[in-house]
């Protein structure tokens, strides 16, 4: 089984960058797919990001798309995303986790999760 630890959170001002990276322990990632998704207090997980483990093919939501890139390191174990152009609306605690399906943007498609790390971005 896969351990999913995330890191990089913090308080920054708007146009500030963060970079978040998610170490996994256990299983290798391979032909497997990583996300990064988001949730604000009293609001429904968001699809942020998500690469595919052996190709490294991304997908991005709308909201991020051109400012936010995720990557992922195999030898590392590591996936990150970087942040750049941060806004308010983009304050949220941040999960990484992976998927077994190809493509996978839905949080009923993953069935590994981080505990979560804080980005608060103020005005």
Same mark, same amino acid.
């Given at each position: 089984?896969?351990?999913?630890?995330?890191?990089?959170?913090?308080?920054?001002?708007?146009? =500030?960058?963060?970079?978040?990276?998610?170490?996994?322990?256990?299983?290798?990632?391979?032909?497997?797919?990583?996300?990064?998704?988001?949730?604000?207090?009293?609001?429904?997980?968001?699809?942020?990001?998500?690469?595919?483990?052996?190709?490294?093919?991304?997908?991005?939501? =709308?909201?991020?798309?051109?400012?936010?890139?995720?990557?992922?390191?195999?030898?590392?174990?590591?996936? =990150?995303?970087?942040?750049?152009?941060?806004?308010?609306?983009?304050?949220?605690?941040?999960?990484?986790?992976?998927?077994?399906?190809?493509?996978?943007?839905?949080?009923?498609?993953?069935?590994?999760?981080?505990?979560?790390?804080?980005?608060?971005?103020?005005?």
């Amino acid at each position: 089984q896969v351990q999913l630890v995330e890191s990089g959170g913090g308080l920054v001002q708007a146009g =500030d960058s963060l970079r978040l990276s998610c170490a996994a322990s256990g299983r290798t990632f391979s032909l497997y797919t990583m996300g990064w998704f988001r949730q604000a207090p009293g609001k429904e997980r968001e699809f942020v990001a998500a690469v595919s483990w052996n190709r490294g093919i991304t997908n991005y939501a =709308d909201s991020v798309e051109g400012r936010f890139t995720i990557s992922r390191d195999n030898a590392k174990n590591t996936v =990150d995303l970087q942040m750049n152009s941060l806004k308010p609306e983009d304050t949220a605690v941040y999960h990484c986790a992976k998927s077994t399906s190809w493509f996978a943007r839905t949080p009923g498609d993953f069935d590994s999760w981080g505990q979560g790390t804080q980005v608060t971005v103020s005005s």
